[in-house]
């Protein structure tokens, strides 16, 4: 088949130009004129709207309320923290001049939130009863990127921070645990992603923090995607912060602060995740439109088929199922099925005067899985009766979500090898990611990054506890647990 314009760079051949090619002809984004920017366009926004609605409903459900806190910050609030300036001082963007006039203290353009936040939390913090302090912030937050790349690495991008303070560090450790499971269940649930949840390497971690957790997507090339992080402060902000409260014994206690957050770089996981040489396909939970209907019918015939799809739709849409009418008249058929295929529409429903006449509609599916599905005929179209198409449709969208989520566990754990040698751990990293034994040294890590570009994306909760030499340098292995290492986004 010869490839036209709206065709995609097939995978196999080049992985990032088959994203860029996806991202930018599926009308997720636009370039904006500034390097390092990006356009989410109505189709990307409306997918980050739905995990938003999503993510949002869980925060609130554990009692976390959201709140706006300032784009511009003092630059001195950022020197407060030292490993926190240390961090972030390369992607700072700062603002000299306002009204013409050079100001007396640079402003930061917020890169994260946790200064400005811990700022206003010492002033409303005084006792134990005002803990724990559960907030969210939905934002924006820049930070300058040398290669930048659409949803994955732009210099501006959405995010929600959590922010809360509590009196123990226990409780600290608990929430910080609780944010990670929010990442999880909505990656899983909604994304239908594969994530890993687990513990960074101390090197890994949020600059500031005592304990960075986090959830590692893996991508259709084989490579790691951090997908939400979770962190646990200790009472790093609050010292650098005066965030204290007084206990009930009458003295002054620093308090144990958390942060975490997730962001558009979820809607680059879920192209890399779910994606195929087609094009994009996106989970029904996060799809903007789950149906699209496709009237075909000429002359006389178009009118009766145009209005019968319009009257299905607005069926789908009273079942919940977001629905759309592809009625744009100069297009042909094969131009829209090749079109919504492209844009990951999980169900395409054909509709024409033969259809009608037999009280039915013609339902495919983006893809089948596993592949073949012989229980499905071949063409990979089937016959539906209009009478029961919302039932059926409601049924099918959970089939088709619980079928993604179950290939991407499959595809993850196809391309996971626990890995003993240096050999074995070499030809893991190029394909998928390597479950290895390691001595936790920096300088080891640098080795294996040099010669594989992969590093250790994280220490997977689930592990089961093992000892023994690491993988590279043969000295005993440090955190008690295998480690995933990959190359990663
Ligand atoms: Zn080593």
Redesign the pocket.
């Known amino acids: 088949m010869a490839r036209d314009e709206r065709s995609v760079t097939p995978q196999s051949e080049d992985f990032a130009a088959w994203y860029n090619d996806v991202v930018f002809r599926a009308e997720l984004v636009d370039r904006g004129p500034v390097r390092g920017s990006m356009v989410i366009r109505p189709y990307g926004y409306r997918i980050w709207e739905l995990l938003q609605a999503d993510l949002d409903g869980r925060i609130k459900a554990t009692g976390h309320q959201n709140a706006y806190f300032p784009l511009l910050i003092p630059q001195s609030y950022m020197q407060r923290e030292a490993e926190h300036v240390e961090g972030f001082a390369p992607e700072l963007f700062t603002v000299t001049q306002a009204g013409g006039k050079e100001l007396d203290e640079p402003l930061v353009i917020r890169p994260t939130s946790e200064t400005i936040i811990g700022e206003m939390m010492a002033k409303w913090i005084s006792s134990h009863r005002d803990l724990p302090l559960l907030l969210n912030q939905w934002a924006n937050v820049l930070r300058w990127e040398m290669r930048p790349r659409m949803f994955l690495r732009t210099s501006e991008f959405l995010w929600q921070e959590g922010h809360t303070a509590h009196a123990t560090a226990a409780d600290a450790t608990a929430e910080t645990m609780l944010a990670l499971g929010f990442y999880q269940d909505v990656a899983v649930e909604a994304a239908a992603l594969a994530t890993v949840p687990g513990e960074k390497t101390p090197r890994e971690r949020f600059a500031g923090a005592e304990r960075t957790f986090t959830i590692e997507g893996m991508m259709r090339d084989g490579r790691a995607l951090q997908a939400g992080t979770s962190h646990f402060m200790g009472t790093n902000f609050a010292a650098a912060f005066g965030i204290t409260y007084t206990g009930e014994s009458g003295t002054a206690e620093l308090c144990h602060t958390t942060s975490w957050g997730m962001s558009t770089r979820m809607v680059g996981g879920i192209v890399m995740t779910h994606g195929d040489d087609k094009g994009l396909v996106l989970p029904p939970a996060l799809a903007p439109y789950q149906v699209v209907i496709v009237p075909i019918g000429r002359g006389e015939q178009a009118g009766t088929v145009s209005s019968a799809a319009t009257e299905l739709a607005a069926r789908l849409r009273r079942a919940g199922i977001r629905t759309h009418v592809d009625d744009r008249p100069q297009l042909s058929p094969g131009f829209k099925f090749n079109d919504w295929e492209m844009r990951g529409v999980p169900i395409r429903l054909e509709l024409g005067p033969r259809d009608l006449a037999a009280g039915t509609a013609l339902m495919s599916r983006r893809l089948t899985y596993p592949q073949p599905d012989t229980s499905r005929p071949e063409s990979g179209k089937e016959a539906i009766p209009l009478a029961a198409a919302p039932d059926l449709l409601v049924a099918e969208l959970a089939t088709f979500q619980a079928m993604l989520t179950q290939r991407a566990a499959d595809f993850r754990d196809d391309h996971t090898a626990t890995v003993y040698s240096w050999p074995e751990f070499a030809a893991a990293v190029a394909v998928g990611w390597a479950l290895a034994l390691?001595?936790?040294?920096p300088g080891?890590?640098d080795?294996?990054k040099a010669e594989t570009t992969a590093t250790p994306r994280c220490i997977p909760l689930g592990g089961e506890p093992e000892q023994g030499p690491?993988?590279?340098?043969?000295?005993q292995s440090a955190y008690g647990k295998r480690v995933i290492f990959a190359r990663a986004y």
Do not use: L, M, N, Q
Not at 438 to 441: A, P, V, Y
């Open positions: 390691h001595c936790g040294e080891c890590e080795e294996i690491c993988v590279r340098c043969g000295k």
